[in-house]
């Protein structure tokens, strides 16, 4: 159903989107100085380009048979439903009404549904990390003293997020990772997939895509990688 290397590709587009505005522009902020939640909005209209519906910041289903409350539940930073579909039906939510539908003239009677909805299963479920080897800080663009213990964490604990969500089997983390070169992305990468499988957070395999971006604070490379979780 799904396709990691397309969704790659989409999230690709955004980024290279934004970065060609950015150069017409003359623009004074690059990629590596947006903020992650402005970040997400790049990617997101990449991933609406591939004529999937986004939705942002959805709750995780959870196991099947819990009746967790939205709020109770941690969220993903992108669910993708395939072409056609335009929402997701919430199990939890639909076993507590069934329980207060119990010992009604109702109990058994299944609520009207309207068209478009797709099950967790159906879902691409994407978690969203940005990391720089430079970053700004504080409006001063300077060497990220936390780069390498950022990019391990970032993977580590979205992949043993993922890892916890049954439900969620088209899953995966999109690293965005800023650098001084390809080489460097490539190396960095390889070495915090390996730690990242040392602490236990295991993946089934990785691509990424380069995007050459404007050196303004150090970066001269954007590499999109989505490491995609491993099968239960």
């Known amino acids: 159903m799904w396709d990691p290397g397309e969704v790659l590709a989409a999230a690709r587009d955004g980024l290279a989107a934004r970065e060609a505005e950015g150069r017409a522009e003359q623009a004074v902020r690059g990629l590596d100085s947006l903020s992650e939640v402005e970040l997400h909005g790049v990617l997101e209209a990449g991933l609406r380009g591939a004529g999937w519906c986004v939705l942002r910041e959805q709750p995780f289903p959870g196991p ?9 539940r941690e969220r993903c930073d992108f669910a993708l439903l395939p072409a056609g579909l335009t ?15 119990a010992g009604t003239l109702f109990e058994g009677m299944e609520p009207d549904e309207a068209p478009g909805a797709a099950d967790p299963e159906d879902a691409y479920w994407l978690e969203v990390k940005v990391v720089g080897q430079h970053a700004p800080r504080q409006g001063v663009p300077e060497p990220n003293a936390a780069y390498a213990s950022d990019l391990v964490r970032s993977i580590t604990e979205d992949l043993l997020k993922l890892a916890k969500e049954p439900r969620a089997t088209h899953a995966g983390v999109l690293l965005v990772l800023f ?3 390809e080489a460097t992305a490539a190396h960095d990468l390889d070495a915090a997939l ?3 499988l040392d602490r ?8 990424r895509e380069t995007i050459p971006v404007l050196d303004r604070i150090g970066n001269a490379c954007c590499t999109a990688a989505l490491v995609e979780r491993a099968l239960a």
């Open 87 to 101: 929402w997701l039906r919430d199990g939890p939510a639909s076993l507590r009404a069934q329980d207060a539908r």
């Open 194 to 196: 390996h730690r990242a």
């Open 200 to 207: 236990g957070a295991g993946f089934r395999g990785y691509r």
């Open 64 to 72: 099947a048979g819990s009746r967790a409350l939205r709020r109770e």
């Open 179 to 181: 650098t001084e070169d």
